[in-house]
């Protein structure tokens, strides 16, 4: 089972950049994908990027252009590359990492890793 600890959260102005570092115990590759997700206050919370071992990745539309996940199999730790914030990437930011399970050849349900989160404040 992996353990997630994410960092690299904090206080940037708008069109700023920051980089977030999700630390994993063991290896991240044990696990069929990593995602980043987001919650801002009164809102579900969202995937914004994934990545999957094979090393496909996905993004939200909101954050399309802007944000890139990459993963470190040396530092065994996932990244997400923020530039071009705006006020509204104001959200705490959560790495998961998923073990799928998988009957007939298709994905039935998961197993979820969370770590604690770590905020991020993009002010205007």
């Known amino acids: 089972q992996v353990q997630l600890v994410e960092s690299g959260g904090g206080l940037v102005q708008a069109g700023g950049s920051l980089r977030l570092s999700c630390a994993a115990s063991?290896?991240?590759?044990?696990?069929?994908?990593i995602g980043w997700y987001r919650q801002a206050p009164g809102k579900q919370r969202e995937l914004v990027a994934s990545?999957?071992?094979?090393?496909?990745?996905n993004y939200a539309d909101s954050v399309k252009g802007r944000f890139t996940i990459s993963r470190d199999n040396a530092r065994n730790t996932v990244y997400l590359q923020m530039n071009s914030l705006k006020p509204e990437d104001t959200a705490v930011y959560y790495c998961n990492a998923q073990r799928w399970i998988i009957k007939g050849g298709t994905v039935v349900a998961s197993t979820s890793h969370w770590g604690q989160g770590t905020q991020v404040t993009v002010s205007p």
């Open positions: 063991g290896s991240i590759f044990d696990m069929n994908a």
């Open positions: 990545i999957v071992s094979g090393g496909t990745t």
